[in-house]
């Protein structure tokens, strides 16, 4: 019996080491410094980011912005533009082989066919009606229609390949670019953007963006 401690030195009435005597504020600091470490590496992996994206929208992309258009998809898919403030949004076709398009709009239009309803050539509601747009430094581009936005060019008119019929949008030959300067206008909420090159097919595909307009 000589390794029974005596009373009064048991093990569980030993004080604990001063280093790990934990008030309860220390716990609590803790706690919320591993939870937001835990939040941060979510982040990461864009499961929070899509979350709070949801809540919160995305951070306001703002000054000189990039598009991507790839094969069958934009990057970002995702914009939020704030009233009153001045853009250049730069748009780049990345692809090799395809020609793609950008509008921004509501309401898709669609075409009764043998096969059913289709998507047909684009947006009925054109977010660009009305809004001035500066565009410049035009690269390999196939049309570019304007519809109802009021446009000044840079540089000879003729690299624009202008044409008419249906919603604002310039179409990029593969590698093309072209940049647009604009002051958003106040038509706040949801626009989507799409391309529709090839009977809507990319749209189809999934190339397609969400834009939320927030006032300021
Ligand atoms: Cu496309």
């Not at 398009?101 to 050539?121: C, H, K, P, Y």
């Amino acid at each position: 019996m000589d390794n029974t401690p005596e009373q009064g030195q048991s093990i569980s009435a030993q004080e604990p080491p001063e280093e790990l005597k934990w008030s309860r504020r220390q716990f609590i600091w803790g706690s919320a410094v591993l939870g937001f470490a835990g939040v941060v590496a979510m982040w990461g992996r864009g499961l929070i980011s899509s979350a709070a994206r949801g809540v919160f929208g995305s951070p306001v992309a703002t000054g000189l912005i990039h598009v991507y258009q790839e094969d069958f998809y934009f990057v970002p898919n995702y914009m939020t533009w704030r009233v009153g403030d001045k853009m250049t949004m730069r748009i780049h076709n990345m692809s090799l082989t395809r020609y793609h398009e950008m509008q921004i709009g509501r309401d898709v239009s669609t075409e009764n066919t043998i096969f059913g309803t289709l998507t047909a050539d684009g947006f009925l509601k054109d977010f660009w009606v009305g809004v001035h747009v500066r565009a410049s430094s035009p690269y390999k581009i196939d049309n570019f229609v304007t519809n109802k936005a009021i446009m000044t060019f840079e540089g000879p008119k003729d690299l624009y390949q202008l044409a008419t019929g249906g919603a604002f949008s310039p179409t990029l030959e593969p590698g093309g670019h072209i940049d647009l300067s604009f002051t958003v206008p106040d038509k706040p909420g949801i626009w989507h953007y799409g391309c529709f090159v090839q009977n809507a097919e990319h749209w189809r595909f999934g190339m397609r963006g969400i834009l939320n307009v927030v006032r300021a």
